[in-house]
Nanobody, 124 residues
Framework: QVQLVESGGGLVQAGGSLRLSCAASGRTFSSTGMAWFRQAPGKEREFVAAITYGGTNTHYADSVKGRFTISRDNAKNTVYLQMNSLKPEDTAVYYC?????????????????WGQGTQVRVSS
């Protein structure tokens, strides 16, 4: 299994940017699809973005399309989430997740490892 540690969260004003990082340990990272999810207070966890094992293909939730970019560096065992034009409704704990397969996955049950989460707060 892959172990995951997120970083990069914080407080930012609406319209600002943040970049989240997820450092992975384990031999299988480069053959594992990865994704970001988020959970706002009082709401269920929701899918944000996913990327295939090689980084060739990505997929985004409609709510973040055009504003967020997922990427990965397999040499550094790290996946990133660049978040631009942030809105107050983006406020949530963001989680990195490692999929059971190398491909795009969007359902929580498709993932076998989760990070501890990093808090993102966007002020209006």
């Amino acid at each position: 299994q892959v172990q995951l540690v997120e970083s990069g969260g914080g407080l930012v004003q609406a319209g600002g940017s943040l970049r989240l990082s997820c450092a992975a340990s384990g031999r299988t990272f480069s053959s594992t699809g990865m994704a970001w999810f988020r959970q706002a207070p009082g709401k269920e966890r929701e899918f944000v973005a996913a990327i295939t094992y090689g980084g060739t293909n990505t997929h985004y939730a409609d709510s973040v399309k055009g504003r967020f970019t997922i990427s990965r560096d397999n040499a550094k065992n790290t996946v990133y989430l660049q978040m631009n034009s942030l809105k107050p409704e983006d406020t949530a704990v963001y989680y990195c997740a490692a999929a059971k397969r190398p491909w795009i996955a969007t359902m929580g049950t498709d993932f076998e490892s989760w990070g501890q989460g990093t808090q993102v707060r966007v002020s209006s």
